[in-house]
């Protein structure tokens, strides 16, 4: 019996060992046209033994490249891609540029800091009072998602003014719902039991009623002929 530590490294799991195995036999075969044919068909048992790739982009290219890895790169056949090496698929990628923009008002993000820019670069008198009151709307929003209480709005108004120097004012009252905590469950099952218990009560009297009707109960009286 040949077990698993005596046998060379799985290379892709995902396959499984079978299909290692057919890329080793293919290495084998010197004649180029029988092994271009090899590997064409490893590569449709590949796709069909991992159908939800199907959907991925590159889904051919992706099983050409797995080919060659599972070969360990040493695989003499003509690929529709470009055929990859040991340092092009180990390679690690560049680190993404992460914008370093720093926020003036961190509990309003930056988003609103880029709105408030444009709102005060606004020549129109209408879209910059539109630009007032909708920011003057999500600071309140903000406000009382943070805090979980309505926050008056002179308090907006103020912050308002003083991050843009008294450029911007707000007309419209800005309505946000009152945040209202939720009833814990425990409470609701507390009522619910104590109804419960109300209707048990009935029916066990019921209950009760109907076993002194039967005659074994203390008042029964003998009737007289």
Do not use: C
Request: proline letters at 6%.
């Amino acid at each position: 019996m040949e077990y698993n530590t005596t046998r060379n490294h799985l290379t892709m799991r995902e396959y499984g060992r079978h299909v290692q195995k057919m890329v080793e036999h293919i290495l084998t075969i010197e004649d180029p046209e029988r092994r271009q044919r090899n590997a064409h068909a490893v590569i449709e048992l590949m796709g069909f033994l991992n159908p939800h790739l199907k959907n991925v982009e590159d889904f051919r290219h992706k099983l050409w490249d797995h080919l060659f890895l599972i070969a360990d790169f040493n695989l003499d056949v003509k690929s529709p891609y470009p055929i990859p090496t040991r340092e092009t698929l180990k390679a690690k990628p560049k680190p993404l540029p992460y914008p370093k923009r720093y926020p003036k008002f961190s509990h309003l993000g930056k988003n609103l800091e880029v709105i408030i820019d444009k709102a005060l670069k606004e020549e129109n008198p209408e879209k910059k009072l539109g630009f007032a009151n909708a920011i003057a709307y999500y600071m309140k929003l903000a406000y009382n998602n943070w805090h979980k209480e309505i926050v008056h709005d002179d308090a907006i108004q103020s912050e308002l003014t003083g991050i843009t120097h008294g450029q911007l004012t707000f007309t419209n009252t800005p309505y946000v719902k009152a945040f209202r905590p939720q009833q814990e469950g425990r409470d609701n099952r507390g009522g619910y039991g104590k109804q419960r218990g109300k209707f048990q009560q009935r029916g066990g009297g019921r209950n009760d009623r109907r076993d002194n009707r039967g005659g074994g109960g203390g008042n029964f009286k003998k009737k007289r002929y």
